[in-house]
T-cell receptor, first 110, second 113 residues
Framework: TQLLEQSPQFLSIQEGENLTVYCNSS?????LQWYRQEPGEGPVLLVT?????EVKKLKRLTFQFGDARKDSSLHITAAQPGDTGLYLC??????????FGTGTSLTVIP | EAQVTQNPRYLITVTGKKLTVTCSQN?????MSWYRQDPGLGLRQIYY???????DKGDVPEGYKVSRKEKRNFPLILESPSPNQTSLYFC????????????FGSGTRLTVV
């Protein structure tokens, strides 16, 4: 059983559309991170959120940490083909223990 | 450039032949970790290290060994590889503390035949 569940698992959209990816858990985390991974490469950190209710924006990407620090969402506005990749959330608990979500594979069609 | 370097990138080996995957980071990070990534199973932690000479098991440690004799190096050892260890392996490092994320290496694709 995964500690962090991501949805949807797969997402294929047209360029210019908006999308939201969810990362849910029944556990509380001290912080939560989002990564993007391209085929054959290691995940690359996009953002870390540490405060319940926190919202961070990175150009067209908006990240939100739930008030109870159990869940998070990633919203992409006007998706571009360069956004294609595997998006992973990771929750951090005490002692630097990282727990990765199951991943969302995003394809943006030109 | 701040990075985590893994070697080799690709490795094909035979069952039972001991191998080592090296990992080195140049960021003076205390925390290092090994993961394997398999389709449908996501990233699973094998071993991690909080600092020099401090290592602990992750979720899937069976069949693997690690050592942390220096802060920058964290090699992964497969004493007797088996086909079920065929996978994509990642080394990662981080500063300790809740606001910090991982820097990952580029991965090692291992095939055991």
């Amino acid at each position: 059983t995964q500690l962090l569940e991501q949805s949807p698992q797969f997402l294929s959209i047209q360029e210019g559309e908006n999308l939201t990816v969810y990362c849910n858990s029944s556990s509380v985390f001290s912080s939560l991170q989002w990564y993007r991974q391209e085929p054959g490469e290691g995940p690359v950190l996009l953002v870390t959120v540490v405060t319940g209710g926190e919202v961070k924006k990175l150009k067209r990407l908006t990240f939100q940490f739930g008030d109870a620090r159990k869940d998070s969402s990633l919203h992409i506005t006007a998706a571009q083909p360069g956004d294609t990749g595997l998006y992973l959330c990771a929750g951090v608990r005490t002692g630097n223990q990282f727990y990765f979500g199951t991943g969302t594979s995003l394809t943006v069609i030109p | 450039e701040a990075q985590v370097t893994q070697n080799p990138r690709y490795l094909i080996t035979v069952t039972g032949k001991k191998l080592t995957v090296t990992c080195s980071q140049n960021m003076n990070h205390e925390y290092m970790s090994w993961y394997r990534q398999d389709p449908g199973l996501g990233l699973r932690q094998i071993y991690y290290s909080m600092n020099v000479e401090v290592t602990d098991k992750g979720d899937v440690p069976e069949g693997y060994k690690v050592s942390r004799k220096e802060k920058r190096n964290f090699p992964l050892i497969l004493e007797s590889p088996s086909p079920n260890q065929t996978s994509l392996y990642f080394c990662a490092s981080s500063v300790r503390g809740r606001g910090y994320g991982y820097t990952f290496g580029s991965g090692t694709r291992l095939t055991v035949v």
